[in-house]
C-alpha cells in the first residue's frame, strides 16, 4: 500500500484543495508538494519564493478565492517559526464585478486568514485603498499583484506600490488569462519604475 504522504499528493495533483492544504503544520512533504506538484503550476513559483526568501511582511493586491492566500500564509507561517508573520490584502470583496472572477466576502476572508498572521484587510478598489494607505503601511518584504484587478485601476495604482517597497522587496505580478494557464512572475526594478512613471503620468493628465 502506498503511503499516505504519496496519496495525499496525487490527491493534490488532480485536486489542488485536496491534500496537503488540511495540514496546519507545514512540513517538508507539504512544501515539495506545494512547490513541484500543487495546482495551477503557475503559482508555483511563489511558494518557492517563500521558501526560499521567507518574508514576514506580504502585501496581496487581488485576494480571489482564498486558495492561493491560505496555501502562501501557511507556508509562510511553517517556514519563519517564531517570527511575527503580516499579511495585507486588498480585495473588493463584496463589491466585485462579475467580469472580476470569483471571490469572497470580507467576513469570510477574515473568518478564514485571521488564525494564520496579523491579518489586516482592506475591502475597495486597489488604487483609492493605496493611495489613501501607502504612507501607513511601511515596506513589505513580498508584494503580490493579481490579475483580478481592474486594469484602469490597476495602472493608477503602480506609483502607490512602488512607494510600498524597499530595496530588498520583490514584487510578483500575474499575466491574464484563466486559472489554469496564468503565470506569476518578478518585476524587475526598472519594470516597476516604468510602471510608476506611466501611473503618475496618468494620475497628472
Same mark, same amino acid.
Given at each position: ?16 484543495? %485536496? ?16 512547490? /513541484?506538484? =500543487? ?13 526560499? $526568501? ?12 482564498? /486558495? ?16 511575527? *508573520?503580516?499579511?495585507?490584502? %486588498? ?5 466585485? !464585478? ?19 498572521? $496579523?491579518?489586516?484587510? %482592506? ?21 503580490? %499583484? ?17 512607494? *510600498? ?13 484563466? =486559472? ?6 518578478? *518585476?524587475? $526594478? ?10 503618475? !503620468?496618468?494620475?497628472?493628465?
Amino acid at each position: 500500500m502506498d503511503p499516505a504522504w504519496a496519496r495525499g499528493m496525487r490527491a493534490g495533483r488532480d485536486d489542488p484543495g %485536496v491534500g496537503t492544504d488540511h495540514v496546519t503544520t507545514t512540513g517538508w512533504l507539504s512544501t515539495l508538494w506545494l512547490t /513541484r506538484f =500543487s495546482q495551477p503550476a503557475g503559482e508555483r513559483v511563489l511558494y518557492r519564493h517563500v521558501d526560499a $526568501r521567507r518574508p514576514l511582511r506580504i502585501l496581496e493586491l487581488g485576494l480571489g478565492c482564498l /486558495r492561493r492566500t491560505e496555501r502562501l500564509l501557511r507556508l509562510a507561517a511553517g517556514v519563519t517559526t517564531g517570527q511575527a *508573520l503580516t499579511y495585507v490584502g %486588498v480585495d473588493r470583496f463584496e463589491s466585485r !464585478q462579475p467580469e472580476d472572477g470569483p471571490g469572497v466576502t470580507l467576513k469570510e476572508a477574515h473568518q478564514r486568514l485571521h488564525d494564520l498572521a $496579523r491579518v489586516q484587510l %482592506v475591502p475597495g478598489n486597489v488604487d483609492s485603498n493605496l493611495s489613501r494607505l501607502c504612507n501607513h503601511l511601511g515596506a513589505f518584504d513580498l508584494v503580490l %499583484v493579481s490579475a483580478d484587478n481592474p486594469a484602469r485601476q490597476l495602472e493608477r495604482a503602480w506609483f502607490f506600490v512602488q512607494r *510600498l517597497t524597499g530595496t530588498e522587496t520583490v514584487v510578483f505580478a500575474e499575466s491574464a488569462g484563466d =486559472s489554469v494557464r496564468s503565470v506569476w512572475a518578478p *518585476l524587475s $526594478r526598472s519594470q516597476l519604475s516604468d510602471l510608476a512613471t506611466r501611473s503618475l !503620468q496618468r494620475r497628472a493628465g
